[in-house]
Structure formats: C-alpha cells, structure tokens
C-alpha cells in the first residue's frame, strides 16, 4: 500500500520504518510528554495523534498525522535542531501544507521499555525541495502506560552522513576481540529487511549501529558505577 496526497495539515504521520530495537538517543530528547497537565489545545491535538499513531494500522497513510510530520521535519532542519524544543504552540492552521509519496511501512522495533513504528517515504512541504526519509515515531512505555512520545524526520541525507561516519570508523579498524563489543554485537544481530531500497539498508545498519554504541556505553557506564561504589562503601 503506498500513498500519494496532499494536505494542509490536521496532524498526521506516513511511512513505516522501524524494527526490533529502539530509539536514537542522540535526536532530539525533548519528548512530547503524554502526560495531563494543564495543555493548550494544539498540544493536547498533538499529543492525542502521537498516541494514536502507535496503534493505528494506517499510521503511514493517514493524513491526520500531518501536522507532526511536518513539525518533526521543522525541527530536522532547524539550524538548532539537536537541543530543539519543541513548545507544542504551533497551530495546525499555521503549518505549511505538505504532499506525501510513496509511504512504506517498516518494521516496528520493541526494545522495552521503547518501542518505535516508522515509514518511509518522499514528502514536500510548503516551498521547499521534495525530500525523501524515514518518519519515526518512538515512544516510552512503563507499566502499560504511555510516558512519552516523539515524532522524528530523518532525511536521507542525514541517514547517508551517519552511515558513511560509521563505515569509517569500521575502515580505521575495530578490536573485534573487546568482549564489551561482541556482547553488544550478540544482543543486537544484523536488521532483516526485504526491501531491495538502498537507503531502507543503510538505515537498518544505522539504527544497528547506534544500539551497539549505546549498549557498550552503558556498559562502561556501569563499570564505572561499581567502581565508584566500591570505593565509597570499602
């Protein structure tokens, strides 16, 4: 099922694209909190699309859902875009229109307490240049309830970049003997995807990468609160 339309915005998302492990932790960490307090009504719209997109078989089709695609691709080209904020104050009557093409739906990743649903996809929004990525919606879920959710672009360009830095590095040489590394390599096999899409691969080697990077991390984390702790309690 693919889709071809044109809006000018309620709120919506389209393209699936995700798969069985979670979120980039580098993107912008200011979630959408689903969370009641006192909201404007544009945030509580808002809000109330990001819940819907997590279950909602047409997620990737569905032009109510254009209102957060288009304000997760404001925020992808913001000049700020890695500490961007996103203030729940825009309105959807505001928002540029924008057209999709060819939505796919991807894999759904679960690595609880995340969990992540994606699409891929071409889009235009008001004046700017066509532009082709992944619309991911990722959330964090504690005991059955939704705690926080996040609507993210990621334009191929950005995808490429990560892709080539990271087979740079693996160029420059890796120690594949570091236990750290082939533990996180065992917890995190390489994605399946059928899709004969270049950059559907490079995302899914991206997406690999990333959990592997955050696993030996925490790892080293870790290693250092033991220690600490060990020379606190001694």
């Not at 006192?38 to 990001?50: D, F, H, N, R, T």
């Not at 990737?60 to 104050?89: E, P």
């Not at 003997?177 to 080697?205: H, I, Q, W």
């Not at 925490?218 to 033991?226: E, G, P, S």
């Amino acid at each position: 099922m693919t889709d071809t339309r044109h809006s000018s915005l309620p709120l919506s998302p389209r393209t699936r694209f995700s798969w069985r492990n979670v979120m980039r932790a580098g993107s912008v960490l200011a979630v959408l909190a689903v969370a009641a307090c006192a909201q404007s009504p544009e945030k509580k719209a808002e809000q109330a699309a990001l819940e819907a997109a997590k279950t909602d078989p047409d997620f990737c089709y569905s032009a109510k859902y254009d209102g957060l695609l288009v304000q997760a691709w404001q925020r992808a080209h913001a000049t700020n875009a890695a500490t961007q904020q996103d203030t729940g104050k825009a309105d959807p009557a505001t928002l540029p229109p924008v057209s999709v093409n060819g939505a796919t739906v991807m894999p759904e990743l679960s690595v609880p307490p995340y969990s992540r649903r994606s699409c891929r996809m071409s889009i235009k929004v008001g004046n700017a240049a066509p532009e082709s990525g992944f619309l991911a919606f990722t959330y964090l879920t504690r005991n059955g309830q939704t705690q926080s959710a996040l609507a993210e672009w990621f334009p191929d360009s950005v995808v490429t970049e990560k892709y080539d830095a990271t087979m740079e590095q693996i160029k420059a040489g890796i120690d594949m003997s570091n236990p750290d590394l082939k533990t996180c390599l065992a917890r995190y096999p390489g994605f399946e995807t059928e899709s004969s899409d270049p950059m559907v691969k490079k995302a899914a080697f991206d997406l690999r990468a990333h959990l592997i990077r955050r696993c030996m991390a925490n790892k080293v984390a870790l290693r250092n609160l033991y220690s600490d702790l060990y020379f606190i309690h001694r």
